[in-house]
C-alpha cells in the first residue's frame, strides 16, 4: 500500500520508454514519494523494462495508477502543476521548482489534492496538456540545451519536495565517537606551542612577537577542532622536543 504521508501525486503523461518510467520511479522513491500515475504509456502497462530500471522502486510502479486520458488522471486533484522547459503562450503563473514544492506542500497542508505533470521524451507536455494545469514549473536550464530527460525533471521536482517537505540538515559534520574541543583545551594547545615556539626562538624579532602569536591564534581558531585533534596537536610537539634533546 502507498505510504500515508501527505503529498503531490506524480503524473508522467504519454511515456514512451518504459526505462525512464523506471527511472522516475526510482527517482520518486528517493524522496520518499510513492504516488505515481502514468497517462497511456505508449508501450503498454505492466512494463518490464520500467521495473528492471527502478532498482529497488518496484512496489511503486505496483502501485502505480493507470489511465487512459489526462483529464481522468485529475479527476480528483485541486491544484495542477505542469513542467515544462520552453515558453508556450499560455497566461499561467511559473514557478521555479523550489517555489513551486514550497507552494504544493502549502496547498496539501491545507487540505488540497496536488499533482505535478511530466510530459513524453520525445517534446514534453502539449499546449493542451498543459491547458489543464493551474501552474507552470520551469526548470531554469542552459537555453541552449534545455533537454531535460523524464527521470531527470522528476528527481529535480522530488528533491525540491524533500526540501520543502522533509528536515533537511544542509551541513553538518560527523565526529564519529569524538566530540569538538573546548575553549579551555584549544587555550591550552596554544599555550604549549607557544611556549615552546619561544624556546626554540621562533618569535623574533622582540617587537614582532605578539603580532606573530596573534597570527598564530588567529591560525588554530580557523582549525576547529576535535579533543582527539588537540591531543594529537600536543603529541607532535612532544615528539619534536624529545626529538630535539636527543641531538
Request: with cysteine.
Amino acid at each position: 500500500m502507498p505510504s500515508d504521508t501527505s503529498q503531490p501525486s506524480f503524473v508522467l503523461v504519454r511515456p514512451q520508454m518504459g526505462e525512464n518510467i523506471g527511472a522516475a520511479a526510482r527517482a520518486m522513491w528517493n524522496f520518499g514519494l510513492d504516488r505515481m500515475r502514468i497517462v497511456a504509456p505508449r508501450d503498454g502497462w505492466p512494463n518490464p523494462k520500467a521495473v528492471a530500471m527502478s532498482s529497488g522502486a518496484g512496489r511503486l510502479l505496483d502501485e502505480a495508477q493507470l489511465f487512459d486520458d489526462l483529464a481522468g488522471a485529475l479527476g480528483d486533484r485541486t491544484f495542477v502543476f505542469a513542467t515544462t522547459a520552453r515558453q508556450r503562450g499560455l497566461t499561467k503563473p511559473v514557478y521555479s521548482p523550489e517555489h513551486a514544492m514550497q507552494l504544493a506542500a502549502e496547498k496539501i497542508a491545507a487540505g488540497e489534492q496536488v499533482a505535478v505533470l511530466f510530459g513524453p521524451e520525445r517534446a514534453g507536455l502539449e499546449n493542451e496538456d498543459i491547458a489543464k494545469a493551474n501552474a507552470i514549473i520551469s526548470v531554469p536550464v542552459n537555453p541552449e540545451y534545455a533537454s531535460l530527460n523524464l527521470g531527470q525533471c522528476v528527481l529535480l521536482t522530488a528533491y525540491e519536495w524533500m526540501r520543502q517537505s522533509g528536515d533537511v540538515v544542509h551541513e553538518a559534520t560527523d565526529l564519529g565517537k569524538g566530540d569538538w574541543a573546548t575553549g579551555i583545551e584549544v587555550e591550552k594547545l596554544v599555550e604549549h606551542y607557544e611556549d615552546r615556539l619561544d624556546e626554540a626562538g621562533f618569535f623574533y624579532p622582540p617587537e614582532k612577537a605578539e603580532g606573530m602569536k596573534v597570527n598564530l591564534r588567529n591560525l588554530w581558531s580557523r582549525m576547529r577542532m576535535t579533543r582527539a585533534d588537540v591531543q594529537m596537536m600536543h603529541g607532535v610537539m612532544r615528539q619534536m622536543v624529545r626529538w630535539k634533546d636527543r641531538g
